[in-house]
């Protein structure tokens, strides 16, 4: 079995496939075929892709550590939030695997003690299910994307290490069929020596292979899908996406024949950090969905709020694009010697002590010690840091108070975590709306297959003309070619749900896992 890609969709499946494999591998099986082989197949010199990124966490239904805190929650509501988040433009079955999956998923990771107890209510979500780990005793960083890949890859690489080859550094270039390309039998690849920069190409076969490579949310190559896809004004919008997002299992999927599922449907996150010491680097660093769902407000250059910022991220980065566009700022160059201006769109995430110790007064303070948030005491630098005049800044939170204290406001918000004073220690960040997630990809079934028309289309035409979730009915499986993560499409529709990105991997990388195993058994 051959996985490519390391990140939680990556890892997932393969640890599902070992134990799985574990699980049948006897009497006639163990008699008739040797265990299989796992290859982890990753191109970077590092496990963990974007997943290692996510800060918010991973949602789950009915999970026991809802039921530990006395949160009623239900599947119908959670499938009901994802398709209002997704514009029902989600295909139905996969929904219902992520939310029915989704109990399982968020305790299946409980065997790499990786607790995830605490539990937040992000924007687009009717009840609190996005699940994270409790803040650390020591005031320490307790980032949960971080922590997952973590315990998964040290498992892998302690425990499955007789049974799983880790390839770093190693880019798949092709995926190989059989001669009537009906089936998948390997892969072809290239491996990098980073220290003598040698390159060596080689093939690999398989008896099943898992695409979990990840989607397209930085890929401005030759190739480019963001620019095939996506709307000319994303050129200029920056990413939270590392280099290496550049969509390379669509692409391979798709010259295999593989369907495409809303493949314009790129998701712009409302709040990507401005590091004011360096405010035009395209790359940004995520400012996570549970800053706001712990009391963060978003002020414009005047000092109003101009959304419920527990609204869904496409509600929410349509009003900062509305509100907070044309925002003059200087920043002196120390390598062009020179101060640079322009215009960017703005916004300013403020919260206060409270909300900030209920979130994770160990990740904030990291995102202050890199330059992303600012600690501030009081009303009057936090007027002094933004521009904003005092007397406007305490309207605001007299306002925001007032709505508070009677249950909602003009924007529709109902929950109101934390309320402001004046004299509150406030941590106060720039941010912008950022490239985040694509839902677009490759067409998979409930089970991880990756699908292909029935009748043959050539690729030119594949990627012409993205499928919709109307067409799943004329797709049927490419053999021995599972899909997870992000590289996949259907599960989110138009706008992912804050949380169920790590949630699609744990479950859809589960799935693929699973099958592949029993597939070749």
Same mark, same amino acid.
């Given at each position: 079995?051959?996985?490519?890609?390391?990140?939680?969709?990556?890892?997932?499946?393969?640890?599902?496939?070992?134990?799985?494999?574990?699980?049948?591998?006897?009497?006639?099986?163990?008699?008739?075929?040797?265990?299989?082989?796992?290859?982890?197949?990753?191109?970077?010199?590092?496990?963990?892709?974007?997943?290692?990124?996510?800060?918010?966490?991973?949602?789950?239904?009915?999970?026991?550590?809802?039921?530990?805190?006395?949160?009623?929650?239900?599947?119908?509501?959670?499938?009901? +939030?994802?398709?209002?988040?997704?514009?029902?433009?989600?295909? &139905?079955?996969?929904?219902?695997?992520?939310?029915?999956?989704?109990?399982?998923?968020?305790?299946? %990771?409980?065997?790499?003690?990786?607790?995830?107890?605490?539990?937040?209510?992000?924007?687009?979500?009717?009840?609190?299910?996005?699940?994270?780990?409790?803040?650390?005793?020591?005031?320490?960083?307790?980032?949960?994307?971080?922590?997952?890949?973590?315990?998964?890859?040290?498992?892998?690489?302690?425990? %499955?290490?007789?049974?799983?080859?880790?390839?770093?550094?190693?880019?798949?270039?092709?995926? %190989?069929?059989?001669?009537?390309?009906?089936?998948?039998?390997?892969?072809?690849?290239?491996?990098?020596?980073?220290?003598?920069?040698?390159?060596?190409?080689?093939?690999?076969?398989?008896?099943?292979?898992? /695409?979990?490579?990840?989607?397209?949310?930085?890929?401005? @190559?030759?190739?480019?899908?963001?620019?095939?896809?996506?709307?000319?004004?994303?050129?200029?919008?920056?990413?939270?996406?590392?280099?290496?997002?550049?969509? +390379?299992?669509?692409?391979?999927?798709?010259?295999?024949?593989?369907? /495409?599922?809303?493949?314009?449907?790129?998701?712009?996150?409302?709040?990507?950090?401005?590091?004011?010491?360096?405010?035009?680097?395209?790359?940004?660093?995520?400012?996570?969905?549970?800053?706001?769902?712990?009391?963060?407000?978003?002020?414009?250059?005047?000092?109003?709020?101009?959304?419920?910022?527990?609204?869904?991220?496409?509600?929410?980065?349509?009003?900062?694009?509305?509100?907070?566009?044309?925002?003059?700022?200087?920043?002196?160059?120390?390598?062009?010697?020179?101060?640079?201006?322009?215009?960017?769109?703005?916004?300013?995430?403020?919260?206060?002590?409270?909300?900030?110790?209920?979130?994770?007064?160990?990740?904030?303070?990291?995102?202050?010690?890199?330059?992303?948030?600012?600690?501030?005491?009081?009303?009057?630098?936090?007027?002094?840091?933004?521009?904003?005049?005092?007397?406007?800044?305490?309207?605001?939170?007299?306002?925001?108070?007032? +709505?508070?204290?009677?249950?909602?406001?003009?924007?529709?918000? @109902?929950?109101? &975590?934390?309320?402001?004073?004046?004299?509150?220690?406030?941590?106060?960040?720039?941010?912008? &709306?950022?490239?985040?997630?694509?839902?677009?990809?490759?067409?998979?079934?409930?089970?991880?297959?990756? /699908?292909?028309?029935?009748?043959?289309?050539?690729?030119?035409?594949?990627?012409? @003309?993205?499928?919709?979730? +109307?067409?799943?009915?004329?797709?049927?499986?490419?053999?021995?070619?599972?899909?997870?993560?992000?590289?996949?499409?259907?599960?989110?529709?138009?706008?992912?749900?804050?949380?169920?990105?790590? %949630?699609?991997?744990?479950?859809?990388?589960?799935?693929?896992?699973?099958?592949?195993?029993?597939?070749?058994?």
């Amino acid at each position: 079995i051959i996985v490519i890609g390391s990140g939680l969709a990556g890892l997932t499946a393969t640890i599902e496939a070992y134990q799985t494999a574990k699980k049948i591998y006897s009497g006639e099986i163990e008699k008739n075929h040797s265990f299989p082989k796992i290859y982890l197949i990753e191109k970077e010199k590092n496990i963990g892709g974007n997943s290692a990124k996510a800060t918010s966490g991973i949602n789950g239904a009915l999970t026991k550590y809802q039921k530990e805190l006395g949160i009623e929650d239900s599947l119908e509501q959670f499938s009901k +939030d994802t398709l209002k988040s997704g514009g029902n433009l989600n295909v &139905p079955s996969l929904v219902n695997t992520l939310v029915h999956d989704s109990k399982d998923a968020v305790e299946w %990771l409980a065997q790499f003690d990786l607790i995830l107890s605490a539990i937040s209510q992000c924007g687009g979500h009717e009840i609190p299910r996005t699940h994270r780990q409790a803040p650390r005793a020591d005031g320490k960083p307790s980032p949960v994307g971080w922590n997952i890949i973590s315990g998964l890859r040290n498992y892998i690489q302690n425990d %499955l290490k007789d049974h799983v080859e880790i390839m770093l550094n190693t880019r798949v270039q092709k995926i %190989l069929t059989s001669e009537d390309g009906s089936k998948v039998i390997g892969v072809q690849y290239e491996t990098t020596n980073l220290e003598t920069k040698e390159t060596k190409q080689d093939t690999l076969a398989a008896k099943a292979v898992i /695409l979990a490579s990840g989607g397209y949310a930085h890929d401005w @190559t030759d190739t480019s899908l963001l620019r095939r896809f996506g709307e000319k004004s994303l050129e200029n919008v920056p990413t939270t996406n590392g280099p290496f997002a550049t969509g +390379d299992g669509v692409k391979m999927g798709t010259a295999i024949g593989a369907a /495409l599922v809303n493949m314009d449907k790129v998701q712009i996150h409302p709040t990507g950090f401005i590091k004011l010491a360096d405010p035009f680097n395209p790359t940004k660093f995520l400012a996570p969905e549970a800053l706001r769902g712990y009391g963060g407000i978003l002020l414009n250059s005047e000092g109003q709020r101009f959304v419920n910022e527990l609204n869904t991220r496409d509600v929410v980065s349509e009003a900062i694009f509305k509100n907070c566009s044309n925002v003059v700022m200087k920043h002196y160059d120390a390598k062009q010697e020179k101060e640079i201006e322009k215009k960017v769109v703005r916004a300013w995430l403020i919260m206060n002590e409270e909300g900030a110790k209920a979130f994770d007064i160990g990740s904030i303070n990291f995102y202050a010690k890199v330059g992303n948030i600012q600690i501030i005491d009081g009303i009057e630098k936090v007027s002094e840091l933004t521009n904003i005049p005092v007397d406007t800044l305490k309207a605001t939170f007299k306002k925001y108070n007032e +709505d508070a204290d009677k249950g909602s406001d003009e924007f529709g918000k @109902t929950r109101f &975590p934390v309320k402001f004073a004046e004299d509150n220690k406030f941590y106060v960040s720039a941010i912008t &709306p950022s490239i985040h997630y694509t839902m677009g990809g490759l067409a998979i079934n409930s089970i991880g297959e990756i /699908l292909k028309p029935r009748k043959k289309v050539d690729v030119n035409i594949l990627l012409n @003309t993205p499928t919709t979730s +109307d067409d799943q009915v004329d797709l049927k499986p490419v053999l021995a070619l599972y899909g997870a993560g992000e590289v996949t499409g259907g599960v989110h529709g138009k706008n992912r749900l804050a949380g169920n990105s790590l %949630l699609e991997c744990a479950v859809f990388g589960r799935q693929a896992g699973r099958r592949a195993a029993e597939s070749i058994l």
